[in-house]
T-cell receptor, first 114, second 116 residues
Framework: AQKVTQAQTEISVVEKEDVTLDCVYE???????LFWYKQPPSGELVFLIR??????QNEISGRYSWNFQKSTSSFNFTITASQVVDSAVYFC???????????FGKGITLSVRP | DTAVSQTPKYLVTQMGNDKSIKCEQN?????MYWYKQDSKKFLKIMFS???????INETVPNRFSPKSPDKAHLNLHINSLELGDSAVYFC???????????????FGPGTRLTVL
């Protein structure tokens, strides 16, 4: 069975600070997919990124970047120059196996203060 | 155009009632899911259907019965509602199944169910 641990529960930063959200995963499968989703106060779940287990390249998308390290089973998410609109709950998730279900971490509540 | 839609957005009902939540996707996906988000924001899979066939049933009480009339729809019917059923229910869809499924799961806006 797979598991995702998001040890940070709540993070509060001041606008323009950089912030890193940690994600550690567990699986015995060699092929898997990792995801980050954002849940703003309005409640919807917004897909941010998918990364497969064979692709350890870091990814940057605007102010967002992701660092995938198989050696430490981590898939961390950094927001550079945070903005108030980044305030949300961020979920890391993993998908393995034959049935495609997503296993989520407990989420990190990020508050960005002006 | 809304990719994954759910109705209703809010549902308030009394204990013991039966209610349904509907989900539709226009992405052409063949796999659909129901997830439950509890009051602590924890998200957990409930069911998954692929081409109208039940694939995942995660030890959900049998008061919950999903129905998929076609690939684009997955409804959730709940009998004899209990206080503990209060949660946000999310529908999602993706293309393919298992590790051959490289597509991402896209989520609907959620249905907030409150049982009084």
């Amino acid at each position: 069975a797979q598991k995702v641990t998001q040890a940070q529960t709540e993070i509060s930063v001041v606008e323009k600070e950089d912030v890193t959200l940690d994600c550690v995963y567990e699986t015995r499968d060699t092929t898997y997919y990792l995801f980050w989703y954002k849940q703003p106060p309005s409640g919807e779940l917004v897909f941010l990124i998918r990364r497969n287990s064979f692709d350890e390249q870091n990814e940057i998308s605007g102010r967002y970047s992701w660092n995938f390290q198989k050696s430490t089973s981590s898939f961390n998410f950094t927001i550079t120059a945070s903005q108030v609109v980044d305030s949300a709950v961020y979920f890391c998730a993993i998908r393995t196996g034959a049935n495609s279900k997503l296993t989520f971490g407990k989420g990190i509540t990020l508050s960005v203060r002006p | 155009d809304t990719a994954v839609s759910q109705t209703p957005k809010y549902l308030v009902t009394q204990m013991g009632n039966d209610k349904s939540i509907k989900c539709e996707q226009n992405l052409g996906h063949d796999t659909m899911y129901w997830y439950k988000q509890d009051s602590k924001k924890f998200l957990k899979i409930m069911f998954s259907y692929n081409n109208k066939e039940l694939i995942i049933n995660e030890t959900v009480p049998n008061r919950f019965s999903p129905k998929s009339p076609d690939k684009a729809h997955l409804n959730l019917h709940i009998n004899s509602l209990e206080l503990g059923d209060s949660a946000v229910y999310f529908c999602a869809s993706s293309q393919g199944l298992g590790l051959a499924a490289t597509d991402t799961q896209y989520f609907g806006p959620g249905t907030r169910l409150t049982v009084l």
